[in-house]
Nanobody, 122 residues
């Protein structure tokens, strides 16, 4: 069964950190790039970060550069999004998706998770 499952969301205060996990099953990270997306209330889903299947290439939107990192663990078939110095503007449901194309548009993603809520509030 092909599956993508996000976890690690929660409620944190501004300035704190969270690490999101994207665990895939039924396929391997050897064949798929992973992208992290987020959707805030009333806004469209936007791409946040992506990582190539090998892990050698990564990309981030400007608003998270220097605060977020992305890395994968092929042994665990999991991709992580480390989020530091969180701000209320990072509040959203975070999704990960798997695509055969690195940093591709959303329509090219084959598999999606159900999302995990991240809330940054004092």
């Amino acid at each position: 069964q092909l599956q993508v499952v996000e976890s690690g969301g929660g409620l944190v205060q501004p300035g704190e950190s969270l690490r999101l996990s994207c665990a895939v099953s039924g396929f391997t990270l050897d064949d798929y790039a992973i992208g992290w997306f987020r959707q805030a209330p009333g806004k469209e889903r936007e791409g946040v970060s992506c990582i190539s299947s090998s892990g050698s290439a990564t990309n981030f939107i400007d608003s998270v550069k220097g605060r977020f990192t992305i890395f994968n663990d092929h042994a665990k078939n999991t991709v992580y999004l480390q989020m530091n110095s969180l701000t209320p503007e990072d509040t959203a449901v975070y999704y990960c998706g798997a695509s055969q194309w690195y940093c591709s548009r959303q329509t090219n993603y084959d598999y999606w998770g159900q999302g995990t809520q991240v809330t940054v509030s004092s």
